[in-house]
């Protein structure tokens, strides 16, 4: 267990101690400099309980790549993931939103952290629209798939598989989903949603489009890369899906950008961690189910940022209602096993 969360506890230490030194600095006092600590320690906890159905999803597309593509997603990927949609997403958004520069956005979360908080919450409805629709897709395609015979929630996911050869029905589900959800919302705040949950939409299926372009064509098989450069970019968006929820519920938390950055980034190693012990200790095949809590894990996420966009949702509830999808298809997984071995025994 050690050798996989090594680095989880080096970035641990590293980003604790960043987050002292930013405290003092910015407090000047003990009481302050143990509370900014804490903050890292809540929001690090926040991103685990938020992203542990990430882990899980990663680890399933992970399988399947090319081991040269696996390291560069445990690589290039928590890169990505850490730098990309913990520091620079919340800037992009303010540079968006308030049509500034990046070094003026920058400058904004240093000076003006309440200013910069107040923006970024104003931009969540197409946040939660966007990667609400994006998360969506990912879990209805898992079920819709006429070729998966494990079902968890038997009377529903049996139901689900069976009406999977018709085309395009999950856009179709996704998209009444979405006037569905329009129309509690008022007009302006439609028009937001609606563009911002079909763009939403969209780059699920020009990534999928692209996946299979990238890894069915015959240079890049040649090259080696089959499997490889389209689940790299698919996992890289499923990734910035699920940040949107944390990062914004960070703010709730504390308006300091780099406090955000160093708890949600030492999260995210965490989330690299245990997806390699998932693939390499074969954990998915082990228990069959898990994967089910995940994706049904997924659809919940997307449901409740949609939800979002009408009331707001404590950050606690989003991740424990996740973690509880998951245990309960942990503990279902553990049952079956214990029968068929019992059914082998007695055979």
């Given at each position: 267990m050690?050798?996989?969360?090594?680095?989880?506890?080096?970035?641990?230490?590293?980003?604790?101690?960043?987050?002292?030194?930013?405290?003092w600095?910015?407090?000047?006092?003990?009481?302050?400099?143990?509370?900014?600590?804490?903050?890292?320690?809540?929001?690090?906890?926040?991103?685990?309980?938020?992203?542990?159905?990430?882990?899980?999803?990663?680890?399933?597309?992970?399988?399947?790549?090319?081991?040269?593509?696996?390291?560069?997603?445990?690589?290039?990927?928590?890169?990505?993931?850490?730098?990309?949609?913990?520091?620079?997403?919340?800037?992009?958004?303010?540079?968006?939103?308030?049509?500034?520069?990046?070094?003026?956005?920058?400058?904004?979360?240093?000076?003006?952290?309440?200013?910069?908080?107040?923006?970024?919450?104003?931009?969540?409805l197409?946040?939660?629209?966007?990667?609400?629709?994006?998360?969506?897709?990912?879990?209805?395609?898992?079920?819709?798939?006429?070729?998966?015979?494990?079902?968890?929630?038997?009377?529903?996911?049996?139901?689900?598989?069976?009406?999977?050869t018709?085309?395009?029905?999950?856009?179709a589900?996704?998209?009444?989903?979405?006037?569905?959800?329009?129309?509690?919302?008022?007009?302006?705040?439609?028009?937001?949603?609606?563009?911002?949950?079909?763009?939403?939409?969209?780059?699920?299926?020009?990534?999928?489009?692209?996946?299979?372009?990238?890894?069915?064509?015959?240079?890049?098989?040649?090259?080696?890369?089959?499997?490889?450069?389209?689940?790299?970019?698919?996992?890289?968006?499923?990734?910035?899906?699920?940040?949107?929820?944390?990062?914004?519920?960070?703010?709730?938390?504390?308006?300091?950008?780099?406090?955000?950055?160093?708890?949600l980034?030492?999260?995210?190693?965490?989330?690299?961690?245990?997806?390699?012990?998932?693939?390499?200790?074969?954990?998915?095949?082990?228990?069959?189910?898990?994967?089910?809590?995940?994706?049904?894990?997924?659809?919940?996420?997307?449901?409740?940022?949609?939800?979002?966009?009408?009331?707001?949702?404590?950050?606690?509830?989003?991740g424990?209602?996740?973690?509880?999808?998951?245990?309960?298809?942990?503990?279902?997984?553990?049952?079956?096993?214990?029968?068929?071995?019992?059914?082998?025994?007695?055979a």
């Amino acid at each position: 267990m050690l050798q996989y969360f090594k680095w989880a506890f080096i970035v641990t230490g590293v980003g604790l101690v960043l987050g002292a030194i930013l405290g003092w600095r910015t407090t000047g006092t003990f009481g302050g400099t143990l509370t900014i600590f804490f903050i890292c320690l809540v929001l690090a906890v926040l991103e685990i309980s938020l992203s542990f159905d990430n882990a899980i999803v990663n680890a399933n597309k992970l399988k399947d790549m090319t081991p040269v593509w696996q390291r560069r997603f445990l690589t290039w990927g928590i890169l990505i993931a850490v730098f990309g949609m913990r520091i620079v997403f919340p800037l992009l958004i303010v540079v968006i939103a308030a049509d500034i520069g990046p070094w003026q956005a920058m400058v904004l979360a240093a000076a003006r952290p309440e200013e910069y908080a107040a923006i970024m919450h104003e931009a969540h409805l197409p946040i939660a629209a966007y990667g609400g629709t994006f998360l969506m897709m990912v879990g209805l395609s898992f079920f819709f798939d006429h070729e998966k015979d494990v079902h968890w929630v038997r009377w529903l996911e049996s139901h689900m598989q069976r009406y999977a050869t018709i085309r395009g029905i999950e856009v179709a589900v996704v998209l009444m989903i979405i006037l569905a959800f329009s129309r509690f919302l008022e007009p302006a705040e439609w028009q937001v949603f609606f563009t911002a949950a079909i763009w939403g939409l969209l780059t699920f299926l020009l990534v999928e489009v692209l996946g299979g372009l990238l890894d069915s064509a015959q240079d890049i098989r040649a090259a080696g890369a089959q499997g490889g450069l389209g689940a790299f970019l698919y996992l890289e968006v499923l990734d910035a899906s699920f940040s949107f929820d944390g990062v914004i519920g960070a703010f709730a938390l504390t308006n300091n950008l780099f406090i955000i950055a160093i708890g949600l980034g030492i999260g995210a190693m965490y989330v690299r961690s245990m997806t390699i012990m998932l693939v390499e200790k074969g954990t998915l095949t082990q228990y069959r189910y898990l994967e089910h809590g995940a994706f049904w894990a997924i659809i919940a996420l997307s449901v409740i940022m949609y939800l979002q966009s009408l009331v707001h949702i404590p950050e606690v509830i989003t991740g424990l209602g996740g973690a509880a999808l998951i245990g309960v298809s942990l503990w279902s997984s553990v049952r079956w096993n214990r029968r068929e071995a019992n059914a082998q025994t007695d055979a």
